[in-house]
């Protein structure tokens, strides 16, 4: 008989200082290895990963269909905040890409997110890989509304790894 005590295990399979389920609005991101107060967001959205497959039916053989593994895809990573001023580095990097005459190289970075206990601390972590900005959004105005006034970021970008 398998005995926890004995073995000196922990009955959770969870470090101590992991509360499950975590919270969704604990969060920091990362952009360019800079950690500042440029990269604060309210919204974060994106990190997804989707085996596309391709669909062969197996002649004679009508009762299935074998579905082979073509790529890897992702959406676009989405950041939302209160709209930033022109100082901000991350709104510079955007505008050089986004109002580029495409005759200088594009500057792809990585981004972090990470999500957080209530300590502050990385509970988890996911890394991007040839981050470049391809949409750049004001959110709407609304005169009948108190709200902040959001942009909204879209990046594209190559590989996602979750690395805790």
């Not at 300590?119 to 709407?140: C, D, H, M, R």
Request: glycine share 4%; charged share 25%.
């Amino acid at each position: 008989m398998f005995n926890l005590k004995k073995s000196g295990k922990n009955k959770k399979n969870t470090p101590k200082d992991q509360s499950y389920p975590p919270v969704a609005f604990y969060f920091k991101v990362i952009i360019g290895g800079e950690q500042n107060s440029d990269n604060s967001f309210q919204e974060v959205s994106g990190l997804n990963m989707e085996l596309e497959t391709e669909d062969l039916a197996e002649g004679g053989e009508n009762r299935f269909v074998h579905h082979l593994p073509k790529t890897t895809k992702h959406p676009n990573l989405v950041v939302k905040r209160g709209i930033a001023p022109k100082s901000s580095k991350l709104i510079k990097w955007c505008k050089e890409t986004l109002e580029s005459d495409f005759s200088s190289r594009f500057k792809l970075k990585p981004v972090d997110v990470h999500l957080l206990n209530e300590q502050g601390k990385v509970l988890y972590s996911w890394s991007i890989t040839n981050a470049l900005p391809v949409s750049w959004e004001i959110e709407a105005f609304n005169a009948t509304k108190n709200d902040v006034a959001i942009e909204k970021i879209e990046f594209k970008y190559s590989t996602l790894k979750r690395a805790t």
